[in-house]
Each structure stands twice: as C-alpha cells, then as structure tokens.
C-alpha cells in the first residue's frame, strides 16, 4: 500500500507531461497549415455576345460586345482580332461594331483583355451565309428543250453575235483607259470634308486621320471621374465607350454664355448597353457645379432609347421623346446672351428651355463645353459622337 502510494502521484505527473508534449505538437503541426490564398485584383471577364441573330448576310455591320462582370479595381486594354472582315468601330473598348466578310462561311473574332502584364483571350464565332440565288439554273435547263425543235440555224447564228463582240472589245479598251483618268476627279470626293471643315461653326468632325485612335489635344482635354473611360478618334467618328460608374470624356474649357451662342453634336447610343442607365451626350460644366447635359439614354434590354436635355437645379427642363439605338440624332443648346435662356431641341425639333434663377451670375460665369459617356452602375455603356459645332466659331 505504502509502495503503490508513492508511485501513483508519479505516474499522474508523467501523464500530464506527456500530454502537454502532444498537445504542444499537435499545436505545432496546425501552425504549419498554409495559409489560403486569396487572389486580389483578377478581373471576371465573360464570354463575347453578338447583338444580331446567329447567322449574318455578306457585309452586314453587327455589334459585339464583352461583358466584365467586375474590373477587379486593375485597368483593362482591349485588343480585337479578326479571321476577316473588318472592325470599323470600337477597337481598345469593351464593344465594337463588326463588318461580317463577304463570303459564306464562319469566321472567328477574338478579344484578348490585358492588364498589369497579364491577359486572356475569348473567341466567338460568326457565321455568314451563302447567296440564296442558287437554284436559277433549273429554268435554263428547260429553255434549251424548247429551241431543239427549231432549226439548228438558229444556234449557229449565235455564234456569229460570237463574233461581234471582239470588235467591241478593242473599242472598250480605250474607253476604260480614259475612266481612270476621271477617277482621279473623285478624289475631291475629300470636297465634303473641305466643306464641314469650312463651316466656321465646327469645332471638330473627328475626320483628320493623324488623330486617329487617339482625339484632337489641341481641341480637346481628357476628363475622367475614377474608373475607366476609353475615347479615341475612329473612322470619321469620337467613340466612347465607358465600364465603372458615373462619367467621363472629353472637354473644352473656359466659355462663357456670350462666347457659346450654341452647342451642337451627331449623337448615337449602341444597343450593346449592359447598365441599368447610360448615355452619352454633349453639355456644359461651370465654375460653381452647376451642369447641362443633352444625350441619348438607354437601358439595358430596352428596345428603345430616350434623347432629352437635363441642368443640375432642373432635372426635367425638356420633354424629350423615344429614339432609336445605333441611329444618329442631333443635339442641340442655344444660349441668349441677353436673358440667359437655354432652348433644347433634338433633331431640330424644339423640346425645352431653361431660364436661371440669377442671370447677372449666369452670365458672368465660365463653362466647360463636355462630350461624355455616363454609366449608371458601371455596366458597359458604348457611344458615338460627331461633328461637334459650337456658336463661338461662327465669326
């Protein structure tokens, strides 16, 4: 008894201490666990969607758009490609507008989305169709039935017309020797151009191609609000496409309502829009935040669009009326120098006006002239804006 007495407080202390050394390993082990990783900052880019039915008739224009369900806070650079056919709008935003090849078959476009060294690419797939003029030769086959049963003279005097046209084909040949030379007198088909640009009110037609993938920086100054707006220059046309909410583009400081006279603009809205609310538009932004904007708004899913004029102390100063996506309208504002007042129209269809409350203020104040693309919640919003007119030039 006494033996046994003395050795069970030893053996409850061996205990304790060899499940102190277990747990202290087994404490250990945890600690060695890797930590999970968390990826920060990888976009979430979707499949490319095509606004237009499955198959496409030879030379037909559709809009293809990405959908980024979320930026990942990085900026994004957009590269299309194209097995054929051509990209006329749109290249380095999220939407382009895509003409189809002429021939049948099926082509592939691909995007490749790159940011902070890294990139992927997704690839859909267009299918053109063939002509549908192929069953015509099933009429000549029976018409050759009908003249066997008349004399074989007839067939042989076709070929005698055989011989007609070779006379013809020496006179044609110096006949299209001399088209050329007119060709060249279509080369003042750039007459157009000439003639916008001798409009003393445009401010920019967007047709000078040194500006091309880029805008004029002598006109014009970038302005974003944070997030991402894409604008260049592209094909005669600005385009500005915009994926993170509220707005961004281009502007052209310090007017005031005299220097104005008036602001006028080609506007179009795609129907690839995937916010909520967009627009693109043309305004004005002065010294003390008070704003005006003229656009073309758009919801996603919606057939139709809205094009209508708003101020910041007067969000329903005009009418406005439905328009249709991807179709060109024009915007306008004019300003009186004397009153103040603002009339809106669209189209050349006057829908509003605007009187402010202080017109001494108001016309001491300094405008910015802005183009812009506005997103809602930061979905996909793609526009087009050209020849640009404001009234100071008209002198």
């Known amino acids: 008894m006494n033996l046994f007495s003395k050795i069970k407080p030893t053996m409850v202390l061996m205990s304790l201490l060899i499940g102190l050394?277990?747990?202290?390993?087994?404490?250990?082990?945890?600690?060695?666990?890797?930590a999970p990783v968390v990826l920060v900052g990888t976009p979430s880019i979707g499949e490319p969607k095509v606004g237009a039915p499955s198959s496409q008739q030879p030379g037909e224009e559709i809009g293809i758009s990405i959908e980024i369900a979320s930026t990942g806070g990085v900026t994004l650079n957009y590269i299309w490609s194209a097995d054929g056919g051509e990209i006329v709008r749109g290249q380095g935003s999220p939407a382009i507008t895509y003409r189809v090849p002429d021939e049948p078959g099926t082509y592939n476009v691909r995007v490749k989305v790159e940011w902070e060294g890294q990139s992927i690419e997704k690839v859909t797939s267009i299918k053109v169709k063939g002509e549908d003029a192929a069953p015509t030769p099933e009429p000549p086959t029976d018409t050759p039935e009908l003249p066997a049963d008349t004399p074989t003279s007839k067939p042989t005097n076709t070929p005698n017309p055989t011989n007609t046209p070779k006379p013809p084909t020496d006179t044609p040949t110096p006949a299209p020797t001399n088209t050329p030379k007119p060709t060249n007198t279509p080369r003042p088909t750039p007459t157009p151009t000439a003639t916008i640009d001798a409009d003393p009110t445009v401010y920019d037609n967007f047709n000078n191609p040194a500006n091309d993938g880029k805008w004029n920086a002598g006109r014009w100054k970038y302005w974003s609000n944070?997030?991402?707006t894409a604008v260049n220059q592209q094909d005669g046309v600005l385009v500005l496409s915009r994926q993170s909410r509220e707005n961004g583009g281009l502007t052209h400081p310090n007017f005031?309502?005299?220097?104005?006279?008036f602001v006028e603009a080609k506007i179009m809205l795609e129907d690839t829009i995937q916010a909520s609310g967009g627009d693109v538009g043309i305004g004005l932004w002065s010294s003390n935040n008070w704003w005006l904007n003229c656009s073309v708004f758009g919801k996603q899913g919606n057939t139709s669009a809205w094009a209508g004029c708003s101020t910041g102390d007067s969000l329903d100063v005009s009418r406005g009326f439905q328009v249709s996506f991807n179709s060109w309208h024009i915007l306008r504002f004019d300003t009186n120098p004397d009153t103040g007042q603002i009339d809106f129209s669209v189209d050349g269809q006057l829908i509003g006006n605007y009187a402010p409350p202080n017109?001494?203020?108001?016309?001491?104040?300094?405008?910015?002239?802005?183009?812009?693309?506005?997103?809602?919640?930061?979905?996909?919003?793609?526009g087009y804006i050209d020849d640009v007119r404001i009234g100071q030039m008209e002198q």
């Open 256 to 261: 005031s309502i005299e220097d104005i006279g």
């Open 21 to 34: 050394v277990l747990m202290g390993t087994l404490s250990g082990c945890g600690n060695q666990q890797p």
């Open 359 to 382: 017109v001494d203020a108001f016309k001491k104040g300094r405008f910015n002239v802005n183009l812009s693309v506005w997103s809602e919640d930061g979905g996909l919003v793609t």
């Open 226 to 228: 944070p997030g991402n």
